[in-house]
């Protein structure tokens, strides 16, 4: 197998895992409290991810995890998922996958503006085109704007952030370390939101508790498999697979909730996938070597 088509192959599988894990979390939230199912999802990916260091050989949790860089990397990762939560929970798995579409876009545009990376006319003429795609999809208009779509915004605001932020991640730092850390913040994250809403759930069925431990499985699934996808290959090549997980998200959601999209948000999306393709295939030829990605969602 060529280094391009692992690198797409387990892109393509991070992608639906991360769909799959939005889908039960999903499930989840209608007969648990979804702070509580949040924690403990966060918490059974979290020990997966410590196994998983301890057979490597690896120190679990490092000294690096209370490096500045690190700890400013969490304190933004506790925005993206305690708003992502939310959004899954109140605003269509459809839509908020969509939303999510736009964090490679405020990527380049925040490394452009934070880092000075060189952003040629043409790719920002196609983030402009991205970013109409998601107002497009917003819709702010009297009448019409629905305020719970901020949730998703702010959410893959703040995955955006946490993807900046990696640059400050040593980079000896493995990808099981980083997912422990990752997931601790998730179990942070569903802490607060269960502060808010502190009930403890009447009689669930076996399978909520289930879709909670099938969520954290497949989290851990995703975050390896991007790990070795972005390492794999011409980053050119393998990144754009990354919108696989939109189609994989739209078919879950019409499947298991009876979701369906209008014509305005499917334009959208094409705006968005369509512009986030091209610049993330742009600063692909730029690229001399395949970098290691920190995006991970």
């Not at 690190?70 to 506790?78: A, K, Y």
């Not at 997912?179 to 569903?190: D, M, N, P, Q, R």
């Not at 759930?201 to 995703?222: H, I, K, N, Q, R």
Request: net charge positive; charged share 15%.
């Amino acid at each position: 197998m060529s280094p391009n088509l692992r690198g797409a192959v387990f892109m393509v599988l991070s992608m639906c895992a991360f769909a799959a894990e939005d889908a039960f979390l999903k499930a989840a939230f209608e007969t648990i409290p979804r702070g509580l199912a949040f924690m403990l999802f966060g918490a059974i990916a979290a020990t997966i991810c410590v196994v998983l260091s301890l057979r490597a050989g690896e120190r679990p949790f490092p000294r690096e995890f209370l490096s500045q860089g690190l700890m400013v990397r969490s304190g933004i990762e506790v925005v993206g998922r305690l708003f992502y939560t939310l959004s899954i929970a109140f605003v269509s798995l459809s839509l908020t996958s969509v939303i999510l579409q736009a964090t490679p876009l405020v990527v380049t545009l925040g490394a452009a503006v934070l880092f000075g990376e060189k952003v040629g006319p043409r790719r920002w003429i196609a983030m402009l085109i991205g970013f109409a795609g998601v107002i497009l999809i917003l819709r702010p208009a009297p009448g019409v704007f629905e305020p719970l779509v901020i949730l998703p915004v702010i959410g893959m605001l703040g995955f955006a952030g946490r993807d900046l932020a990696t640059r400050a991640a040593p980079p000896h730092i493995s990808v099981r370390q980083l997912g422990t850390l990752g997931f601790l913040v998730s179990t942070i994250a569903g802490l607060i939101i269960w502060g808010f809403d502190p009930r403890l759930p009447v009689d669930p069925p076996v399978a909520a508790w289930g879709a909670v431990a099938l969520a954290a499985c497949f989290g851990t699934v995703a975050y390896n498999s991007l790990s070795v996808a972005m390492r794999s290959g011409e980053v050119s090549v393998v990144a754009p697979f990354r919108y696989s997980r939109l189609l994989v998200a739209l078919i879950i959601a019409y499947i298991a909730f009876g979701e369906r999209v209008d014509a305005l948000t499917i334009a959208g999306a094409i705006l968005i996938v369509g512009s986030g393709i091209y610049t993330l295939v742009r600063s692909g030829r730029k690229a001399s070597t395949p970098k290691a990605s920190g995006q991970l969602r």
